[in-house]
């Protein structure tokens, strides 16, 4: 039997057969925003939740070498290079393109750098030079993919580009004995190694500029809707290209920050720096679609990589395993990003129809 509930005709809910009224069942979704909130802050912050029981763990786990001051400072300072180049990676991103040529402009920026100081150049000279290679490179980046070039393949071909081009500046081989650049390698400055101050300060400099300026606020949204800025009356072009600018300044800055902690400058360009590079920003749920991501997320999500890697070195562990608990997170972190997503805006829609049902009766 099918049990229906009286209505009057002005739609409220009419008496039953017993004088009782019975009100219809209130929508989960209007009467859940704590559900909805507490999915956003998960998304937002479950990243730094899980960078603190990794380690919890590996201080109960790898007792009582990991959970030190002095191991900390290591984690810190291992971390400092990935974080460089993942914030190269995070702008690019977020401001629409993806720029895979971070390798080759590292090398490049490293070796240019290396030959002027080894034939007696100003160390301030050959900084410099080799952070003039990254806005160079960015900026031929974002010119050619304007001209309705893939910027992916824009920036394989520049990848090839710039790692021939730094092979050819070192004559094949290392630039080693850079100790003009120890200031920034291997010295430390209140403890921790210089590398860590200056992926600090980047971070500080990028999230502030994306966060508080015009023009970061816009290049985020080129990231998110290129057309939508476009016919709002803004450049689009300009900040796309300034996104690829950034991207290779980053690079160029990690590539000097190598050579500097080894001593060295190599003109192999190491296809592990991009990957790590993407690993932290995928962790750190930084949108591959553009215009979404938070750079001290990044930050967050280099340091959960390096974490793994130096609490499974400590337990004397194969390397590769701490590659295959990588992996198993990103696809982890990915998974759980698009129930969230999915599952956020499923309420939020079926919140909206209760306060539309709501307010009509």
């Not at 909130?37 to 786990?61: K, M, Q």
């Not at 180049?85 to 393109?97: H, K, Y």
């Not at 710039?162 to 650049?181: N, R």
């Not at 190694?193 to 600090?200: D, E, F, Y």
Request: aromatic fraction near 6%; hydrophobic fraction near 50%; include cysteine.
């Amino acid at each position: 039997m099918v049990m229906t509930i009286p209505t009057q005709s002005d739609g409220a809910v009419a008496p039953a057969k017993d004088g009782s009224t019975r009100p219809p069942a209130p929508d989960r979704g209007a009467r859940d925003p704590a559900g909805i909130r507490g999915l956003i802050f998960l998304r937002d912050r479950g990243i730094i939740l899980l960078w603190v029981l990794l380690i919890v763990a590996f201080s109960v786990w790898a007792k009582p070498y990991f959970g030190t001051f002095d191991n900390a400072k290591l984690i810190a300072g291992a971390a400092a290079l990935t974080a460089i180049f993942a914030a190269g990676v995070a702008v690019g991103i977020i401001s629409g393109v993806l720029d895979l040529s971070i390798p080759g402009v590292a090398a490049l920026a490293g070796v240019v750098c290396g030959q002027l100081l080894v034939h007696g150049q100003p160390v301030w000279l050959g900084l410099l030079c080799g952070l003039a290679i990254g806005v160079l490179a960015g900026l031929l980046n974002g010119i050619i993919s304007l001209r309705g070039f893939n910027p992916i393949i824009v920036t394989i071909g520049m990848l090839s580009i710039t790692t021939a081009a730094a092979s050819i500046v070192a004559e094949g081989y290392s630039i080693p004995g850079l100790t003009q650049l120890t200031f920034m390698g291997t010295r430390r400055y209140d403890g921790f190694p210089a590398p860590v101050w200056i992926a600090g300060a980047l971070f500080v400099v990028l999230t502030v500029f994306l966060t508080r300026t015009r023009d970061g606020i816009r290049l985020m949204a080129v990231g998110g809707n290129p057309e939508a800025v476009r016919r709002s009356g803004i450049h689009s072009d300009r900040y796309k290209v300034l996104g690829f600018v950034i991207s290779a300044m980053c690079s160029a800055l990690g590539g000097l920050v190598t050579a500097a902690v080894v001593t060295e400058a190599n003109p192999e360009a190491s296809p592990g720096i991009i990957f790590t590079a993407l690993t932290a920003v995928a962790l750190a749920g930084v949108s591959l679609a553009g215009g979404r991501g938070s750079l001290p997320r990044v930050l967050v999500g280099a340091l959960i990589l390096t974490t793994i890697s130096n609490g499974l070195t400590i337990k004397g562990i194969d390397p590769y395993w701490g590659i295959g608990v990588t992996g198993v997170l990103l696809l982890g972190s990915l998974g759980l990003e698009k129930w969230i997503a999915g599952t956020v805006s499923r309420r939020l829609v079926s919140s909206a129809q209760a306060s539309v049902h709501t307010g009509t009766r």
